[in-house]
């Protein structure tokens, strides 16, 4: 339910990152509501994930396709695996990854107490165990795992601040805990495990897939799918809502440029062309230029490596 709050309360409650705080976010959150929280990556919508009324307020808040799934976020191991099977493979990526920015996606458990809606009927679940301490405390005081997606409307951009959940979702949700800035400031990396050994990075993040490798091994018989078997698999997504041309080595009249390294452009994602920096800044001054005057957005060449890739992804799906 959303509408959790008072009738006299304005909405959506800001509520502080302490621990009071997170006892009144779990009660919202136990009672059906909507709570925006913070993690390591973006900021969450999070509800209940064993409940239908629950997670069909999500998809009602974001304006979300009930075809795009929805990432379960669990406090540890043991929470993963009444949800979903766990082969060795997956101990081995959870025990070098979590709790973090690594979602995996996994064969779902028969019987797992989770609304059919999360998975979008797919035999799969994404499951994730954040390290954000605000997140992890939540789903510790719900005792429930958390569906919770990007706190925006769905294709758009995706906060970081507390304000940007306002913004985009307004009285759409029952309360936002302020726990500031998201410090990865990318979505997490999602991978599919496959039958036989093979695995799939279906969304590039904060984890690059050599990091993979190094605890996987390069996949046997790479197996691709090209179905929607997780968030962030659209080709249009992360949209500012206007125009936006990337390798900008300068700004055109009437683009506001976002600069990287030695291009300053009118805002830089890292003067330094430290990616991780402009990982962080990237949605932050995405919505910037959103909000300018100019009509067009240019952003400036992003290195293809490391973080670089999960932040030309997002750029690639911002401009289609």
Not at 81 to 108: C, N, S, Y
Not at 113 to 141: K, Q, Y
Not at 165 to 183: F, M, N, P, T
Not at 228 to 248: D, F, N, T
Request: aromatic share 4%; charged share 15%; hydrophobic share 50%.
């Amino acid at each position: 339910m959303t509408g959790a709050t008072s009738d006299h309360a304005p909405r959506p409650e800001i509520i502080a990152a302490d621990a009071a705080g997170i006892a009144q976010a779990a009660a919202l959150l136990r009672d059906g509501g909507l709570v925006a929280v913070p993690t390591e990556t973006v900021y969450g919508l999070a509800a209940r994930a064993d409940r239908d009324a629950s997670v069909a307020a999500i998809y009602r808040a974001k304006g979300r396709p009930s075809f795009n799934p929805l990432i379960v976020h669990v406090v540890d191991v043991e929470s993963a695996g009444a949800i979903a099977v766990l082969d060795e493979r997956a101990e081995r990526l959870a025990a070098a990854f979590w709790p973090g920015a690594l979602t995996m996606v996994l064969p779902l458990r028969p019987g797992a107490n989770i609304a059919a809606a999360v998975t979008a009927g797919l035999s799969t679940v994404a499951l994730r165990c954040p390290a954000h301490p605000v997140m992890r405390d939540l789903i510790a005081a719900c005792g429930l795992p958390l569906a919770a997606p990007s706190a925006n409307r769905s294709g758009g951009v995706s906060p970081t601040r507390a304000a940007h959940v306002v913004a985009s979702l307004g009285e759409g949700v029952d309360a936002v805990i302020d726990g500031g800035a998201c410090e990865a400031g990318l979505e997490s990396t999602i991978i599919a495990l496959r039958e036989g050994g093979s695995w799939q990075v279906l969304r590039p993040g904060p984890i690059p897939a050599s990091a993979i490798e190094a605890v996987l091994g390069q996949p046997d018989d790479p197996v691709v799918s090209t179905q929607i078997e997780a968030p962030g698999q659209l080709a249009s997504h992360y949209a500012p809502g206007k125009p936006v041309r990337l390798e900008a080595q300068s700004a055109e009249p009437g683009e506001f440029h976002i600069g990287f390294g030695p291009i300053a452009g009118d805002v830089t994602l890292s003067a330094t062309g430290d990616l991780v920096e402009a990982a962080a800044r990237l949605y932050a001054l995405l919505h910037q230029a959103a909000a300018a005057p100019q009509p067009r957005i240019a952003i400036a060449p992003i290195p293809e490596e490391a973080v670089g890739a999960a932040i030309n992804d997002r750029l690639r799906r911002a401009a289609a």
